[in-house]
């Protein structure tokens, strides 16, 4: 099957060369508001958090518990920092950010696209595919010694998805080659899927090797991108950021 437009999320090598930050959208709601997302995980999540008895009925959920656990999904999102995800069936759910793997002392936080169906750690997840809700990711360019922060979204700053896998407790973000417009900022972008591919990314009848034409760097005019003055990075806040791909 052929499909028109083109989404990708790109994963680096473990230790070098990933990219560096992200935003994730502000507020899960706005997802569950467009999507008709199905919340339940987060609202076991919450009243567990909040030492609440769990009860599958509504008027069970502790708001100020859940409130809580919104917020916990918003702003700076580190490696291990719970992150919002997104799985078949519309449903909601949290996940912590990066996959444990023995032998290293880092998490996976994103996985190589070109190297997926290779590797022992994320071949097993291709059937465990995961939205992650995005408005946007920071990058580093050098310039010699020194680096310029970027800050890559939409044209619009509307929120989007990246492609992601998870294992029931974590999960990571795939990632790609860019896209010619932020090459000269850096060499990989994480992968973001197209309105239209949603559902079928989601769909664990369609198997990894029907969707990888979906995954690729996006076209050029989709991309905008600001870098910031050494002025703007003193005054500028930290909420909306994320370490997604460090160096």
């Not at 999540?45 to 518990?65: F, H, K, N, S, Y």
């Not at 950010?97 to 190297?115: F, V």
């Not at 197209?194 to 990888?212: I, T």
Request: glycine share 6%; net charge negative; aromatic share 6%.
């Amino acid at each position: 099957m052929v499909h028109q437009s083109r989404y990708d999320l790109v994963t680096t090598q473990v230790t070098k060369n990933m990219c560096s930050r992200f935003d994730l959208n502000s507020d899960i709601r706005a997802f569950q508001v467009h999507l008709g997302l199905d919340m339940k995980d987060i609202h076991r999540r919450a009243m567990r958090d909040a030492q609440t008895p769990v009860t599958d009925q509504e008027d069970g959920v502790d708001e100020d518990a859940l409130e809580a656990a919104f917020e916990s999904l918003t702003g700076t999102r580190r490696p291990t920092d719970p992150i919002a995800v997104i799985m078949p069936g519309k449903k909601a759910a949290i996940r912590s950010w990066g996959l444990s793997a023995s032998g290293l002392d880092k998490p996976l936080i994103n996985a190589r696209l070109e190297t997926l169906a290779e590797k022992p750690t994320f071949r097993p997840l291709l059937d465990q595919r995961c939205l992650i809700p995005a408005t946007g990711w920071y990058e580093w360019r050098k310039d010699g010694k020194g680096k310029h922060k970027n800050r890559i979204t939409l044209p619009d700053h509307q929120p989007f998805f990246f492609a992601g896998l998870e294992n029931g407790r974590e999960a990571t973000i795939i990632t790609c080659a860019p896209s010619g417009s932020i090459a000269h900022i850096h060499s990989r972008m994480p992968v973001v899927l197209g309105p239209n591919h949603l559902e079928y990314w989601l769909d664990p009848m369609v198997g990894f090797n029907d969707l990888r034409e979906l995954l690729g760097p996006l076209p050029d005019h989709v991309l905008a991108w600001h870098e910031e003055t050494p002025e703007t990075n003193k005054s500028a806040r930290a909420r909306d950021q994320i370490d997604l791909f460090s160096k």
